[in-house]
Nanobody, 121 residues
Framework: VQLQASGGGLVQAGGSVRLSCAASGRTFSTYVMGWFRQAPGKEREFVAA????????DYGDSMKDRFTISRCNAKNTVYLQMNSLKPEDTAVYYC???????????????WGQGTQVTVSS
């Protein structure tokens, strides 16, 4: 599967951004989808994951209550709605796909190219 992330940009602290990740192929619903992020000089960090049909979600500790992951299997797309953004949310955000439920980046098999989100104070 090929993944294409979009929707990043520059936003002020307290603002919102919605990221999208479009997947190619007909097997999108067989994949668990995740979002990760990486800031300069830092390790890649788990942001959110969603099960094959959207019934199961999980979030990184600092994202709970601010970020929402969702998916539309009919559109082969996963979304990440980010609210109440903080400067520390500044990072490149990546979408990824895997065949099993996991929040560990090394267990994801397919990755998008990343989209930059910059939050100004």
């Amino acid at each position: 599967v090929q993944l294409q992330a979009s929707g990043g940009g520059l936003v002020q602290a307290g603002g919102s951004v919605r990221l999208s990740c479009a997947a190619s192929g007909r097997t999108f619903s067989t994949y668990v989808m995740g979002w990760f992020r990486q800031a300069p000089g830092k390790e890649r960090e788990f942001v959110a994951a969603i099960g094959r049909f959207g019934g199961t979600t999980d979030y990184g500790d600092s994202m709970k209550d601010r970020f929402t992951i969702s998916r539309c299997n009919a559109k082969n797309t996963v979304y990440l709605q980010m609210n109440s953004l903080k400067p520390e949310d500044t990072a490149v955000y990546y979408c990824a796909a895997t065949g099993r439920w996991t929040t560990i980046s090394g267990q994801y098999d397919y990755w998008g190219q990343g989209t930059q989100v910059t939050v100004s104070s």
